[in-house]
């Protein structure tokens, strides 16, 4: 199978004045083009600090990255932020959408500097929003919102979408209807996914499973038999 | 220290940007009301002291010629204190050199040092001594300009008869001040000064031995000036006198009134702006606060504070901006206002200068700088005292934006979602985007009322010199002249045309009102001046009555068909009542004008000229001037293009030092709003700021988002600027007009030009320093936390 991404011995240390964080010590993983990833791991061990560096929103302060051909280390910040908008659609915990525009309008947000976007109403669609587009976020559910962030991250059709604890301000059903959003995209559009999370019931998703800890990846589990999200137990 | 005050402390030093911000317009408030008042009142005490040291009259008089025994008829009129006559005589210069005509106004003085008025002020040697008869003392701005000093000669021609005087001193007067040769319009030391000369030695070489032809004096303290400058009048009728007058119509006094009423003006002008804008910023600055301290402040009355304690912690913050406001302001203000007064005592040759400020300014400034601030923060210590600490507590509810105008429009415009981003977000704080065009059109408008001044300096010196006085000389002579005079003029060569310039003194009166005046008048084919009026038009003289220019007509308080009181002044003192036939909107000076015939109705007599106006070939210039120089007629000559030089440079001394520092002041408020709006845009939209770097928009493009919102909005404080600019030059204008001038109202494309691209460039440098902030932005950590 394809690589996505190949990182080496990625550090990264994090210095506040005179203390040194040892965020990731030392970290290999290869992530394959069209799987679906969980990572696993108690608060601070450094999921979301991998995430983002592979995402290209922060830089390892050693090791190796690439992303297909590409060096993603060697990349300055303009070259990073090509890298973002070609490749890569993000989903925080916190929604993040523009309060002052509408559903629509976030997601076209993305499909205005996108390549080679989808109509921002298919991807509402694919969310199952296509009738709540002209809703201001204000007027949207946090599940709901979700979807719209996850809308937004699709639209684009990236490679790889990274999600940091998405349903983590969310109840077990809106949750589970975010997380099958997810799925399907990865299913009908061949979409990377790779989604951190706290709740070891969705790693039942996943066709693997990084486990963290102490900045390392402690075990690699394989799923032989992914589930689908409405068969995960909350 | 309590905790809620350490709170404050951190505040402050967290958001030390802003708060600096608003400090500097609230200082340049202070500054400005302190350096205005500061130079007004250490001028008007400087100038007091001068006065009093130097026994400055309270009332002066001019005639022919009276004996001298006249001044203790003078001193014995009930209510004068002290009473001096003196003999003044204007002589002609002949200094190697110099080819054009150099006047001196002769004072005499007493040899023997018995004079208490007026008193001459030495900077250099010594008196005339009794017995010397060519010994003089010169003031110091002639000296100066034609680098004489004592044991100088110079040649002189007085009462027709050549005599080489020697300079013993060199010394000022607090009757001079100021002054002006005849004709002219400007002071110029190089061609005009003023001499001391003891009073035989004057006598003797004007032959007016135990005479006088001038006289000033003293009131006693409660003394009623009109009714003594009445009795003056009588007295001095049959010796030609040409009517007493007070200190307001004494020019050197009248000038320097002028250019306090001036500083006046800055002080009710200026000020103002700036504390309107300062509280612009506290009232939006603290109403961010307020917003995002929510939780804090519920947590806070939760915990038992009190909604007094909350608003008066608020109050805290914006009372502290002041009082840095107010000290910095208060430094600065005094620092320039010592540096200004020293100017202008330098300007003014004030012998000794006293820097005074009294305790009041200050406490005023402080005053004012707290109340601008405290009202600025009262809507939000409203605010924060009226939070329900329940609902406080709970996350505040998301911005709600509707759909409105803006839809209609972005959607016709073809907007992308930035686009939208940017207008509703104006839309939903439609008040703070209001001040934030409100501040930079302000600034604007302080920007653009002040370059008008230049303009209409301008306009005035256009008006007046190349519409009203078309002639290149002005020959004034020694004393009124007939016709022969103008014959021999016209026959020197180079002189394409001459034309005669009547004046006869008079006094007008208009119900209780008087104004000493003269009556001028052209003949009825004169080409040479002309009367102008605000549109730029010619207004030619009325076949009967007068015509009055605005500045007289509003002075006397009449309309064109009333009918004045004319009495005329010197010589024969008849009395005539004439109607108001026009006012003409004249910029410069309280004239009176009449037709020729009706001059000579009211003198009785074919009027002499008191000086004539030449057009001239330019390249006979040179060898004119020397002719008129030793013409015995010829008192002076005003060259029109060298008056019109100094007027500009007078300009360009003044107008641009105070523009330098107006500039630097409408730049500080563009910058403070500019920077204040941006900070709390930043603040605001930095969770979608950050969201947009997230999802692939490069720093450019991130930064369009924050700039575009404030570059619409100062685009949008342009017109209102100009509007603002137009209205407050117009006050400034008409509070800047004196009894000396008016200003037009001539504002030029330069000057909206100019005053447009200085707040666009302040404020564009202000928001890309600010958006530099945007390019630093750690998108991970704001994502990271919840807004
Ligand atoms: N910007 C930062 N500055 C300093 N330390 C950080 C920063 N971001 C994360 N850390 C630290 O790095 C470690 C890993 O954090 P993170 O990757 O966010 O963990 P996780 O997502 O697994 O909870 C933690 O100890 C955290 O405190
Ligand atoms: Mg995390």
Same mark, same amino acid.
């Given at each position: ?33 069209? @799987? ?53 659609? %993000? ?31 298919? &991807? ?81 998703? &996943? ?28 | ?25 609230? &200082? ?168 001391? *000369? ?33 009795? !003056? ?32 003006? *800055? ?5 103002? !702006? ?5 509280? %612009? ?79 009041? !300014? %200050? ?150 009102? *008087? ?61 005539? !009542? ?52 030793? *013409? ?9 293009? &060298? ?17 330098? %520092? ?21 603040? @605001? ?103």
């Amino acid at each position: 199978m394809e690589l996505a991404f190949r990182g080496s011995a990625l550090g990264k240390v994090y210095r506040t004045g005179e203390t040194e964080v040892h965020a990731l010590r030392g970290v290999d993983l290869e992530i394959r083009t069209g @799987e679906l990833l969980v990572l696993l791991g108690p608060s601070g061990s450094g999921k979301s600090t991998l995430l983002n560096i592979i995402g290209g929103l922060d830089r390892p302060t050693s090791g190796e990255l690439h992303y297909g051909g590409t060096d993603l280390v060697g990349l300055n910040d303009r070259e990073l932020t090509r890298f973002r908008r070609a490749n890569i659609g %993000f989903i925080f915990q916190f929604y993040n959408l523009i309060p002052s525009l509408t559903a629509e309008e976030n997601v076209r947000l993305v499909t205005d500097i996108a390549d080679r976007p989808m109509e921002p109403g298919e &991807a509402l669609a694919l969310v199952g929003l296509a009738e709540r587009a002209n809703h201001y976020p204000a007027q949207l559910s946090g599940g709901e919102q979700q979807r719209v962030a996850v809308a937004r991250a699709i639209a684009k059709q990236p490679g790889v979408l990274l999600c940091d604890e998405p349903t983590g301000a969310l109840d077990s059903k809106t949750g589970i209807r975010v997380l099958e959003t997810l799925a399907k995209a990865n299913r009908e559009l061949g979409t990377t996914v790779a989604i951190i999370t706290h709740n070891v019931g969705i790693a039942a998703m &996943a066709q693997r499973v990084l486990h963290f800890l102490d900045g390392r990846i402690a075990r690699t589990e394989i799923n032989e038999n992914p589930v689908d999200p409405q068969a995960i137990s909350w | 220290m309590k905790a809620l005050d350490l709170k404050l402390l951190r505040d402050l030093w967290r958001m030390r940007g802003q708060a600096l911000a608003i400090a500097l317009v609230l &200082a340049a408030a202070t500054a400005t009301f302190v350096l205005s008042l500061g130079v007004h009142r250490s001028l008007t005490e400087t100038r007091d002291a001068y006065y009093a040291r130097n026994h400055f009259a309270d009332i002066f008089a001019e005639m022919t010629r009276a004996p001298r025994n006249i001044v203790a008829r003078v001193a014995a009129i009930p209510g004068v204190q002290r009473a001096e006559g003196v003999i003044q005589q204007y002589a002609s210069l002949d200094m190697p050199g110099r080819n054009i005509p150099v006047r001196a106004l002769v004072n005499s003085v007493d040899e023997h040092g018995h004079d208490r008025l007026n008193l001459v002020t030495l900077r250099e040697g010594r008196m005339p001594r009794p017995g010397a008869s060519r010994e003089v003392v010169v003031d110091e701005a002639f000296a100066e300009a034609n680098a004489l000093g004592p044991g100088d000669e110079i040649d002189a021609i007085i009462y027709g008869s050549r005599l080489r005087l020697r300079i013993v001193g060199v010394g000022l007067a607090p009757n001079f001040i100021y002054s002006l040769a005849p004709g002219d319009i400007i002071p110029d030391n190089s061609r005009f000064g003023v001499f001391w *000369m003891g009073e035989k030695a004057l006598e003797a070489a004007t032959d007016r031995k135990e005479a006088i032809n001038a006289l000033s004096l003293t009131l006693e303290k409660g003394a009623s000036d009109a009714d003594v400058i009445r009795k !003056v009048d009588t007295l001095l009728a049959p010796y030609g006198g040409t009517g007493a007058y007070g200190r307001e119509d004494h020019l050197s006094h009248a000038f320097l009134d002028n250019e306090l009423m001036q500083l006046d003006a *800055m002080t009710e002008v200026i000020p103002p !702006v700036f504390l309107l804008v300062a509280t %612009f910023l506290v009232y939006i600055v603290l109403g961010r606060m307020i917003r995002t301290e929510r939780t804090q402040i519920g947590l806070l009355k939760a915990f038992g504070y009190s909604d007094l304690a909350i608003a008066s912690h608020y109050l805290k913050f914006a009372l502290a901006i002041a009082v840095v406001a107010a000290v910095a302001g208060s430094l600065a203000g005094v620092w320039m206002g010592q540096a200004m007064t020293r100017l202008y005592a330098e300007y003014y040759r004030f012998p000794f200068l006293e820097y005074r400020n009294s305790p009041v !300014v %200050f406490l005023g400034a402080a005053m004012l700088s707290f109340g601008a601030a405290a009202l600025g923060a009262l809507a939000g210590m409203r605010a924060a005292a009226r939070l329900s600490p329940a609902v406080a507590m709970s996350p505040p509810p998301p911005p709600v934006y509707r759909a409105g105008m803006v839809e209609r429009f972005g959607t016709a415009a073809g907007f992308t979602a930035i686009g939208y981003m940017i207008t509703r977000h104006i839309a939903r704080w439609p008040w703070r985007s209001a001040i934030t065009v409100l501040g930079v059109a302000l600034s604007m408008g302080l920007l653009f009322a002040t370059l008008q001044f230049l303009d209409s300096s301008r306009a005035m010196l256009d008006s007046y010199f190349f519409r009203a006085q078309r002639q290149d000389l002005t020959v004034t002579f020694t004393e009124p002249r007939n016709e022969d005079v103008l014959y021999e003029l016209a026959q020197l060569p180079g002189v394409l045309r001459v034309e005669p310039a009547r004046g006869v003194p008079v006094k007008l009166h208009f119900g209780n009102r *008087m104004e000493r005046t003269a009556i001028e008048s052209a003949t009825g084919d004169a080409q040479l001046s002309a009367r102008i009026d605000g549109e730029g038009k010619a207004i030619a003289l009325p076949v009967a009555g007068l015509m009055l220019s605005r500045q007289m007509a509003d002075k006397l308080g009449v309309h064109a068909g009333d009918r004045v009181f004319v009495e005329l002044l010197g010589g024969r003192q008849t009395k005539s !009542v004439l109607p108001v036939a026009g006012i003409v909107d004249e910029f410069v000076g309280e004239r009176v004008y009449a037709a020729q015939a009706t001059l000579e109705r009211i003198t009785r007599d074919a009027s002499p000229a008191g000086s004539a106006l030449l057009r001239i070939d330019p390249a006979a210039r040179d060898g004119l001037l020397a002719r008129l120089k030793d *013409m015995p007629q010829v008192l002076g000559v005003t060259e029109r293009d &060298a008056a019109m030089n100094k007027f500009e440079e007078m300009i360009d001394d003044n107008l641009y030092t105070m523009l330098f %520092f107006y500039v630097g002041f409408a730049s500080a408020i563009a910058v403070g709003v500019v920077y204040n709006s941006a900070r709390i845009l930043f603040s @605001e939209r930095a969770n979608e700021l950050a969201t947009l770097r997230v999802l692939g928009y490069y720093r450019s493009e991130v930064g369009l988002v924050l700039l575009g919102e404030l570059a619409l909005l100062v685009a949008a404080a342009v017109p209102v600027g100009c509007i603002l600019g137009y209205w407050l030059a117009q006050v400034m204008t008409a509070m800047f007009s004196s009894d000396l001038f008016r200003l037009p109202f001539a504002p030029t494309r330069a000057t909206y030009g100019y005053s447009i691209l200085v707040i666009l460039a302040s404020a564009a440098l202000t928001a890309l320093a600010v958006a530099r902030r945007v390019l630093r932005l750690d998108m991970v950590r704001v994502l990271k936390a919840r807004e």
